[in-house]
C-alpha cells in the first residue's frame, strides 16, 4: 500500500489494526525472550500506560510522516479506559496508528526498530 493509501485510511481502523500489529510483535518477542509468563508479561507492554510512556522514546525519532500520523491518532480520541489518563490514551492511540502504518506500507525494518526502541531497550 502507498503511503497516500495508507493515509485515506480512517483513524479508527489504523488504532485498531495498529493494536493488533503491537500486540503480535509482544507475543513473538516474549515467546522468543523464553523468560517468565508470557501472558503476565505482555500486560506489561500492551497497556495504554506501557504504551504512552513507548512514545516518549519514540516522538524523537519519528519521521515527519510517522509524526503526522501519530498526532493524528492521538488527536482523534475522545475517551479513555479507568486504568490511564486521556492523555495516556490519546499517546497510545496515535502509537497504535503509526504501527499500523508501517505495518500497511510495507517498512517492516522500520517498525522493528521503532518497537525495539519503545518497548525492549
Known amino acids: 500500500m502507498t503511503k497516500a493509501e495508507a493515509n485515506q485510511i480512517s483513524i479508527a481502523s489504523l488504532a485498531y489494526l495498529g493494536d493488533s500489529v503491537l500486540e503480535v510483535m509482544v507475543r513473538e518477542m516474549l515467546i522468543l525472550d523464553k523468560k517468565g509468563d508470557i501472558h503476565t508479561r505482555a500486560k506489561e507492554y500492551v497497556t495504554a500506560k506501557s504504551q504512552a ?3 516518549e ?16 491518532g492521538r488527536n482523534h480520541t475522545h475517551s479513555s479506559p479507568k486504568s490511564a489518563t486521556h492523555a495516556e490514551y490519546s499517546r497510545a492511540t496515535g502509537l497504535e496508528c503509526v504501527f499500523a502504518y508501517l505495518h500497511l506500507t ?7 526498530y521503532i518497537f525495539e526502541k519503545g518497548f525492549w531497550e
Do not use: H, Q, V
Open 53 to 55: 510512556k513507548a512514545t
Open 57 to 72: 522514546r519514540l516522538t524523537d525519532i519519528f519521521t515527519e510522516d510517522e509524526l503526522a500520523i501519530y498526532k493524528r
Open 106 to 112: 510495507g517498512e517492516k525494518d522500520r517498525l522493528r
